[in-house]
Antibody, heavy 122, light 107 residues
Framework: QVQLQESGPGLVKPSQTLSLTCTVS??????????WSWIRQPAGKGLEWIGR???????NYNPSLKSRVTISVDTSKNQFSLKLSSVTAADTAVYYC??????????????WGQGTLVTVSS | DIQMTQSPSSLSASVGDRVTITCQAS??????LNWYQQKPGKAPKLLIY???NLETGVPSRFSGSGSGTDFTFTISSLQPEDIATYYC?????????FGQGTKLEIK
């Protein structure tokens, strides 16, 4: 059974960089046809896709965040990471990591981390 | 970017009721649509992929239909454990986008 677990600081100061790591267990991050995504959800609001990475290192980002986002992968540790720079209060949210399964032309998020709340405040 | 519009935003129904949620895409997305269930304090859970395919282990009272721009999600007989917020998500084009959610409550 694949499991994902987010980790990182729960409090980040404005203008600083938010850094989170997702550790994947129960399977290799390198095996199969999967992208690995970050998704966030402000309190009481909907879901926003941030971006994804393939194990080759290929990335796709949401244009609304592209200038501030970097997603990377460390296959030796079975982890992938998110960095979001120049954060403001608007970046306060629960951040989820998720596996984006690809089967032919089908894509879906079938495994999710439990989510981690990141608050941007001085 | 493709905009996804769900309706209603909230819904109150009784146990045993048939419940229907709609999702409209701002452009044709073929059948590239998923549905998720999110319970309070939990991560979303995949229920339906490719508009109408039931994820393994998901009860058969859940179903999805539609293609192009108009999609429907149905619970045939509402159960107390179905209380949650439901989201549609398109994957026809990047960036992926979600509907704003439909919060389902028991009457």
């Amino acid at each position: 059974q694949v499991q994902l677990q987010e980790s990182g600081p729960g409090l980040v100061k404005p203008s600083q960089t938010l850094s989170l790591t997702c550790t994947v267990s129960g399977g290799s991050i390198s095996s199969g046809s999967y992208y690995w995504s970050w998704i966030r959800q402000p309190a009481g609001k909907g879901l926003e896709w941030i971006g994804r990475i393939y194990t080759s290192g290929s990335t796709n980002y949401n244009p609304s965040l592209k200038s501030r986002v970097t997603i990377s992968v460390d296959t030796s540790k079975n982890q992938f990471s998110l960095k979001l720079s120049s954060v403001t209060a608007a970046d306060t949210a629960v951040y989820y990591c998720a596996r984006d399964t690809v089967i032919h032309r089908l894509y879906y998020f079938d495994y999710w981390g439990q989510g981690t709340l990141v608050t941007v405040s001085s | 970017d493709i905009q996804m519009t769900q309706s209603p935003s909230s819904l109150s129904a009784s146990v045993g009721d048939r419940v229907t949620i709609t999702c409209q895409a701002s452009q044709d997305i073929s059948n590239y649509l998923n549905w998720y269930q999110q319970k309070p304090g939990k991560a979303p859970k995949l229920l339906i992929y490719d508009a109408s395919n039931l994820e393994t282990g998901v009860p058969s009272r859940f179903s999805g239909s539609g293609s192009g721009t108009d999609f429907t999600f149905t619970i045939s007989s509402l159960q107390p454990e179905d209380i949650a917020t439901y989201y549609c998500q398109q994957y026809d084009n990047l960036p992926y986008s979600f509907g704003q959610g439909t919060k389902l409550e028991i009457k």
